[in-house]
């Protein structure tokens, strides 16, 4: 049987340079739960090093809490990857640091990049500036992310900046990829108007929360049968009647 989850599956961390201070692991996952949500994703820039931490919390709180990043390609689009085991996350994070460049985060210009457990005490921060591209393009970055196991994503595909269409000019038709993700200033339905190929994706849509007050502003309503990555997988392929409805947060 299905059942309906909340899920917000783009949430930066005060990993990400531009993630506030406030953003730890235990904060989020309690303001996503103070907001009914079932169901999150964390997605750093270019590292998985919050990620374990996240989900030891949620486990604890009742809360499902989804492995992910989003990678800079080459191309500077924005990609969401979602994982399901630690091996798996460790594999891209040997990936993502073989393939971002070696050049020091200037913490006064960009924002601090810190590793932070369960009592948000310091336990370490990335050296590199997250928010430089690696050297892999969208196509290398998909292999890769099959090859581990994991999903790829590319993110908030309808924004101005970072994005496939504003790095291309447009989704490529022959793209590889699990789904797509968009903001909320458009729809699906919107998207496939304007590009009818987008019809064989299904989408997700997400807060991309830097503060906390933004965690869940925006999320989907999964219909899977439980919480858990091989569910969520089926859902975003429209495997065995799982769908994802990205138009929930417009009826608050
Ligand atoms: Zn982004
Ligand atoms: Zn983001």
Redesign the pocket.
């Known amino acids: 049987m299905l059942s309906p989850f909340k899920a917000d599956l783009?949430i930066?961390t005060v990993l990400s340079p531009c993630g506030d201070l406030e953003m730890s692991p235990t904060a989020i996952v309690d303001r996503a739960l103070a907001r009914g949500l079932d169901m999150i994703a964390i997605?750093d820039?270019n590292t998985t090093r919050q990620v374990k931490v996240a989900q030891r919390v949620g486990k604890a709180r009742g809360l499902f809490v989804l492995g992910g990043v989003?990678v800079t390609s080459q191309e500077e689009a924005?990609c969401l990857c979602f994982f399901e085991t630690d091996d798996q996350l460790d594999q891209m994070q040997a990936f993502l640091d073989a393939h971002l460049p070696p050049i020091p985060n200037d913490e006064d210009r960009f924002g601090y990049q810190l590793i932070v457990d369960e009592n948000e005490e310091i336990v370490g921060e990335e050296p590199y500036h997250l928010l430089n591209a690696i050297d892999v393009d969208i196509d290398g970055l998909y292999d890769e992310v099959h090859r581990i196991g994991g999903l790829f994503v590319p993110?908030h595909i309808n924004k101005g900046t970072t994005s496939l269409t504003s790095q291309l000019g447009f989704v490529p038709p022959d793209l590889r990829a699990d789904g797509l993700e968009i903001n909320r200033f458009t729809t699906r339905d919107e998207m496939v108007k304007k590009f009818a190929y987008l019809k064989r994706f299904n989408f997700i849509t997400d807060s991309?929360a830097h503060f906390i007050d933004n965690v869940g502003d925006v999320y989907n309503v999964i219909h899977m049968e439980h919480r858990s990555f091989a569910e969520f997988a089926k859902a975003l392929r429209g495997e065995d009647g799982r769908w994802i409805d990205t138009m929930a947060f417009r009826q608050k």
Do not use: N, P, R
């Open positions: 783009h930066h997605s820039h989003e924005h993110a991309d």
